[in-house]
């Protein structure tokens, strides 16, 4: 089974600062790994993805991610965080080692980001 | 706005009441899903479509029933529903190929009184 853990329920970062939100995750093959952000009362935005090669990836608004296959983490960064970064930011994770029909997305609890001035 | 359109946007609806969530996209892909969204819960998976045939139900109760007409267009018919299951409803579509990211609709806020 496959599955994600955020063990952060909320991160607070002042504006300017360098933010990371944490997240590892379980899989039987390889993972394919996701974060996505949601504004209140909106759908979920995909940010970045991570499938294969380089271990940092970069995404949308300045956002990156590093993984970790050791560490089997995932944790998504960024240099300078500000006030409009506030959201619920998700982790998720496909096994790739999963053959027909293997698309199911797993996703973690959230991890709610505050940036203050 | 990501290509994928969910109505309503709310919802109220009593226990004995049917009524059924839409979701549509136009992005061409060949998957669709059913999630729920509820206070300090992992999002849960509810459905899955591939190619319009169900290929996941997500231990759910019989009072959610999907429909998949066609690959653009995914519903949830919903019948004596109960106060739990008061949550956001978001439909999210994909191709099918694993490494492809999800796109999401912006959900129904649905309320069981």
């Known amino acids: 089974a496959q599955s994600v853990a955020q063990p952060e329920d909320q991160v607070n970062v002042a504006e300017g600062n360098p933010l990371t939100v944490k997240c590892t995750y379980s899989?039987?093959?390889?993972?394919?790994l996701f974060w996505y952000v949601q504004y209140p009362n909106r759908g979920l935005q995909f940010l970045l993805k991570?499938?294969?090669?380089?271990?940092l990836v970069k995404g949308s608004y300045g956002f990156e991610a590093e993984f970790n296959k050791s560490q089997t983490s995932f944790h998504l960064k960024k240099p300078s965080a500000l006030v409009s970064d506030s959201a619920l930011y998700f982790c998720?994770?496909?096994?790739?080692?999963?053959?027909?029909?293997?698309?199911?997305?797993?996703f973690g609890t959230g991890t709610q980001l505050k940036v203050e001035l | 706005e990501t290509g994928v359109t969910q109505t309503p946007r709310h919802l109220v609806m009593g226990m004995t009441n049917k009524k059924s969530l839409k979701c549509e996209q136009h992005?061409?892909?060949?998957?669709m899903y059913w999630y729920k969204q509820s206070a300090k819960k992992p999002l849960e998976l509810m459905f899955v479509?591939?190619?319009?045939?169900?290929?996941e139900n997500n231990s759910v109760p019989s009072r959610f029933s999907p429909e998949c007409p066609n690959s653009s267009h995914l519903f949830l018919h919903l019948h004596t529903l109960q106060p739990e299951d008061s949550a956001l409803y978001l439909c999210?579509?994909?191709?099918?190929?694993?490494?492809?990211?999800?796109?999401f609709g912006q959900g129904t806020r649905l309320t069981v009184v």
């Open positions: 479509y591939n190619f319009k045939e169900q290929t």
């Open positions: 998720a994770v496909r096994d790739g080692g999963l053959t027909g029909g293997g698309n199911k997305l797993t």
């Open positions: 899989v039987s093959g390889n993972p394919y």
């Open positions: 992005l061409g892909h060949n998957a």
């Open positions: 991570y499938i294969t090669g380089d271990n």
């Open positions: 999210a579509s994909s191709q099918v190929n694993q490494n492809t990211e999800a796109f």
